[in-house]
């Protein structure tokens, strides 16, 4: 049985900082793709970031400079580091880990609020 768990999420004031961390339990190996998505009230899903096995990170335009996603494969751990924050980024962000190869093999954990207000 695969688990991802988000933790690190919360209320913040504008322009501050949270991080954002994912444990991935079970069959989960260092080479999946390891992503954060976020989804706003009446929003779809948008991706945020996702970090390859190999460490190669791809971002969303609005979070580029702002957000930084890292992983530690030794701990089956992402993290994404959330700076400069705005109202705007309030949602529910997921994690999601990603078999290289196969598409159809995708995991997703059950979220976390972030809300940015002051």
């Known amino acids: 049985q695969v688990q991802l768990v988000e933790s690190g999420g919360g209320l913040v004031q504008p322009g501050g900082s949270l991080r954002l961390s994912c444990v991935a339990s079970?069959?989960?190996?260092?080479?999946?793709?390891m992503g954060w998505y976020r989804q706003a009230p009446g929003k779809e899903r948008e991706l945020v970031a996702t970090i390859t096995g190999g460490g190669s990170t791809n971002y969303a335009d609005s979070m580029k400079g702002r957000f930084t996603i890292s992983r530690d494969n030794a701990k089956n751990t992402v993290y994404l580091q959330m700076n400069s924050l705005k109202p705007e980024d309030t949602a529910v962000y997921s994690c999601n880990a990603q078999h290289p190869s196969f598409t159809a093999i995708t995991y997703w954990g059950q979220g976390t609020q972030v809300t940015v207000s002051s």
């Open positions: 079970g069959r989960i190996f260092s080479s999946y793709t």
